[in-house]
């Protein structure tokens, strides 16, 4: 049954119930519950509901809230959302007290307050997934040792980095999700019960108290900004939508790292899958399920955003459409984050050594710093790559000698320099891809994550 019976004369058409119901709220009961509670406790404050009222109201509620922790709360076809679906139960339990709790209420300001209740849970869920996510990396960081590999630009090998350097990127990426998930919830701890259907109530309703109660940092400053504005929830799908683009980069290189091709990586096999046809196989589905599903909570996002566009204040009802796609967001970034973390935290690295070719640039770097414009250093540089290709030979090649008469400004010595370990040791850039600088990144992140 409707919570709007009374002003229509016939009962609500099947494909009008099959088109307008959707069951995606039902997840926000508890917050329902915890909501209708504060309310029912500040209309009792403020002698609005009599104090008999208030305590059967409450009692109705907190048994409806142990059904419903024990999954035992039973929806009905004819619940038309999850706020219907409550005060039909506490109908059901108190009789006609139960027609007290929504006054001064719409469902407009109470599914705000239970979606920016429920985000402000799973928002603190995911970003405790992304820092442990970032500690998965760190770990690995630090078992690489000093392990070295290729960095690529172009997906051609550029330098030699510590493997260690390559993970910790991602390390900063995720713990920047994990901020800008905490940014967004900062902003969203706004809390709009009392906002009514659109402009307030003419009841003495007291929201600020509503507001601490339920531990938010204020209550709304305009009703009709409260019930109408959702830019919290497309805050909330950004910041998934933006973990997941990361997420899937990692899944990219963590799909070509398996292959025998890259050779980089071993996963275990409980966090692989096998081919129904291809005894051989060992697949990185997880990674490519992660990648794929980073297209979806960009269009999660992108839904977000286009349910709010040249929408006229204050609620309608397109504003019902934001919750599969903030859930759908949500779930799918909890759930990548749980097994990409699995996989990865399983995962044996093994890069091969990087190309000899990537001291190119320490060698135009070395005649940099005896005097010769960078520009021209590259061009001699090249040139002996160029050469050295044609012999089918690389740097790892070149004798003493040989490499002194590349350029009168090359000394003999300088062979010392044609290794990617060499590479690497003169690197001297903070925050560069150096030993120096993987430690200093550990110890930074450690005394982050132990926050
Ligand atoms: N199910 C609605 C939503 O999710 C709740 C508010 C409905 N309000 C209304 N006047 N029909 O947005």
């Known amino acids: 049954m409707s919570l709007w019976g009374g002003r229509f004369g016939e009962a609500p058409a099947d494909a009008l119930w099959r088109f307008t119901v959707s069951h995606a709220d039902r997840r926000l009961l508890a917050e329902d519950l915890r909501g209708s509670v504060a309310h029912a406790r ?11 009222d208030v305590t059967m109201i409450l009692q109705g509620l907190a048994d409806i809230q142990a059904e419903a922790a024990a999954g035992e709360f039973l929806f009905l076809a004819t619940d038309e959302d999850v706020h219907s679906a409550v005060e ?81 990127a991602y390390a900063w990426m995720l713990l920047r999700d994990a901020d800008r998930f905490q940014d967004a919830l900062r902003r969203m701890n706004v809390c709009p019960l009392g906002a009514g259907a659109a402009a307030g109530s003419s009841l003495p309703l007291d929201p600020a108290s509503v507001a601490e109660e339920l531990g938010f940092e204020a209550a709304f400053d ?31 290189e963590l799909v070509l790292w398996a292959t025998s091709e890259f050779g980089w990586a071993t996963y275990a096999d409980r966090f692989t899958t096998g081919s129904s046809a291809l005894p051989q196989k060992k697949n990185p589905d997880i990674a490519e399920l992660a990648r794929g599903r980073a297209a979806r ?17 204050a609620y309608n009802r397109d504003l019902q459409e934001d919750k599969e796609a903030l859930f759908s967001a949500d779930d799918t970034l909890s759930g990548a984050l749980e097994a990409l973390g699995g996989m990865l935290a399983s995962a044996t690295l093994h890069p091969p050594p990087p190309s000899p070719f990537t001291v190119a640039l320490d060698l135009a770097e070395l005649l940099v710093a005896r005097g010769l414009p960078f520009r021209q250093a590259h061009h001699t540089v090249g040139r002996l790559v160029r050469r050295l290709q044609a012999e089918g030979r690389t740097p790892a090649d070149l004798a003493a000698d040989e490499l002194a008469a590349a350029h009168p400004l090359f000394q003999p010595a300088d062979v010392i320099r044609l290794s990617p370990a060499a590479s690497v040791a003169a690197r001297r850039v903070p925050g560069g891809a150096s030993m120096d600088s993987v430690r200093d990144q550990i110890a930074r992140l450690r005394t982050i994550l132990a926050d």
Not at 114 to 133: H, K, N, P, V
């Open 42 to 52: 500040m209309l009792g404050r403020q002698g609005i509901l009599p104090a008999p």
């Open 88 to 168: 039909r139960r506490l109908g059901e339990r108190i009789g006609e007290a139960a027609g007290r709790l929504h006054t001064g209420r719409s469902r407009n300001d109470q599914v705000c307050l239970d979606l920016r209740l429920y985000l402000r849970r799973t928002g603190s869920e995911r970003i405790a997934q992304l820092r442990a996510f970032a500690a998965v990396l760190t770990d690995q960081a630090e078992a690489a040792g000093d392990r070295l590999a290729a960095c690529y630009t172009h997906l051609q090998q550029a330098q030699a980095v510590p493997l260690a350097h390559h993970l910790l």
């Open 222 to 252: 305009n009703s009709l900004d409260a019930v109408a504005s959702r830019d919290f929830a497309a805050e909330y799908g950004f910041c998934c939508a933006q973990a997941m683009a990361h997420l899937s980069r990692l899944a990219e």
């Open 297 to 313: 909570v960009a269009g999660d996002l992108v839904t977000l955003l286009g349910i709010q566009k040249g929408l006229p204040l």
